[in-house]
């Protein structure tokens, strides 16, 4: 009999929904349930939110939530769990992992924490290039704040052949999550790039979770999907050669089709011939499609190219402060009082000599996303937001964007409409750049934790 190994997600990112996580530990009869938690936003609030609060753990802030929806499920089916939530602190992950196990009474169970990913304390010896200016990594020395390695499956697999039924990583590429089960189930060789190649391309469909189930696609009357409220997330049924069906659990929203399908296949995906990850070069150019039934896409020949050399790097910094605060208008000349009151505020911030990088007033509903590219004919909107924003080296400077808009209130435009100014309205800004490490030069290490 032809074995089919069935792998669920459980996220796609930080903020995702707990919901459809529970589904599919509960009715998703998996073998392996897959979080996705760590875009590079992410961590660099989790490094900010380290420096501000030294008690802060390190892990995943939804990892409570998350386990307490799906433990039972997983424990009950014998589903095994593969996440990244632990961030810059795996271990004290797997540690809280085990305390929702006990609480559960699942005694006996073994959770693996990978190290490995941080490497802060050495980037700068390691690296050499920022990829996106070209400009030594040493010149990022003053700000640096953290780097962090992208890993691919192996120490996952490691861990899985172990015998840990939990695994709960730093930062590891998001379709390496995916593949390691089926680099276990089926033995599959880490420098096997045909197969590798089609894991990593069908992690690459798991990693963005409900968006290839119908989230981020409806359009009403272009493409629409059934109860875009109540979407499931994905299951792919993996065999032994890399081909696959990609579906979603019964009794819920979204759809599982060729369009869905193929919106992600491309996403975030520069060169759909040569998709880097840590593990394999993904083409997708070789791949076939098919609709085998209601919410079922077979997915076939999707190829690979040997591994690169070097890992991906991310390396945060901090690049100053953002000043940022909003105010609104509405009704006829609204858009009239919005220009009137960016001249003032332009005015003075030249008399409180604003010291900033970039000054940004935009009219949401006219121009916020477009910006210079907005149509000069676009038609007037009957209410807008205007917000101000400043880039700035120092907080005392970004405060300036707050104070100055308070004063909108009663030396501004008539018809203001202010928000109570309560609400933190500046924050620090960290940067993320690139660059490669040599593959050899990063060893990650593997803890077991028990319940």
Request: proline content about 6%; aromatic content about 8%; charged content about 25%.
């Amino acid at each position: 009999m032809k074995k089919i190994v069935r792998i669920g997600a459980g996220s796609a990112w930080w903020g995702d929904r707990i919901e459809p996580a529970r589904w599919n530990a509960e009715r998703g009869d998996l073998d392996y349930l897959c979080f996705e938690t760590m875009a590079e936003a992410t961590v660099s609030a989790a490094q900010v939110r380290k420096r501000r609060d030294p008690s802060f753990p390190g892990y995943d802030t939804y990892l409570d939530d998350r386990m307490q929806a799906v433990l039972p499920g997983c424990i009950k089916r014998g589903t095994r769990i593969v996440t990244n939530q632990g961030w810059i602190n795996p271990d004290a992950a797997a540690e809280r992992i085990v305390h929702w196990l006990k609480k559960l009474g699942a005694k006996g169970i073994k959770v693996a924490a990978i190290n490995g990913s941080l490497i802060t304390d050495r980037v700068l010896q390691l690296t050499d290039k920022i990829l996106e200016n070209g400009k030594p990594t040493s010149s990022l020395a003053d700000s640096l704040v953290s780097a962090e390695v992208y890993l691919g499956a192996e120490p996952i697999v490691a861990a899985l052949k172990q015998g840990a039924q939990i695994v709960v990583s730093g930062r590891v590429a998001d379709p390496s999550l995916f593949m390691a089960p089926m680099m276990v189930e089926f033995g599959w060789d880490a420098l096997d790039h045909a197969r590798l190649g089609a894991g990593n391309g069908l992690g690459h469909l798991m990693e963005c979770g409900a968006q290839v189930t119908g989230g981020y696609f409806p359009d009403p009357g272009f493409k629409d999907v059934p109860e875009p409220w109540n979407l499931a997330f994905p299951i792919v049924e993996v065999e032994e050669d890399g081909s696959a069906v990609l579906t979603k659990v019964s009794g819920c929203g979204g759809a599982v089709n060729l369009m869905t399908v193929k919106e992600q296949m491309l996403y975030e995906v520069h060169d759909p011939a040569n998709y880097i990850t840590p593990d394999v070069v993904v083409d997708f150019t070789t791949s076939k499609l098919e609709q085998v039934g209601p919410d079922r896409v077979r997915i076939t020949n999707i190829s690979g190219k040997p591994r690169t050399p070097t890992l991906k790097v991310s390396i945060g910094c901090t690049e100053g402060f953002i000043g940022e605060d909003m105010f609104f208008y509405a009704g006829p000349g609204a858009l009239r009082r919005a220009q009137l009151a960016k001249t003032i505020l332009e005015e003075r911030f030249k008399v409180v000599k604003l010291d900033a990088e970039e000054v940004r007033v935009d009219f949401l509903g006219l121009n916020a996303i477009h910006g210079a590219m907005t149509p000069k004919d676009a038609p007037e909107p009957y209410e807008i937001a205007v917000r101000v924003a400043a880039r700035t080296k120092t907080r005392e400077e970004a405060i300036k964007v707050g104070r100055e808009v308070d004063g909108m209130a009663v030396s501004g435009v008539g018809m203001t409409g202010k928000r109570v100014p309560h609400q933190d309205r500046t924050r620090e800004i960290i940067g993320v750049w690139s660059s490669l490490v040599p593959r050899e030069k990063i060893v990650p290490s593997i803890n077991f934790f028990e319940s």
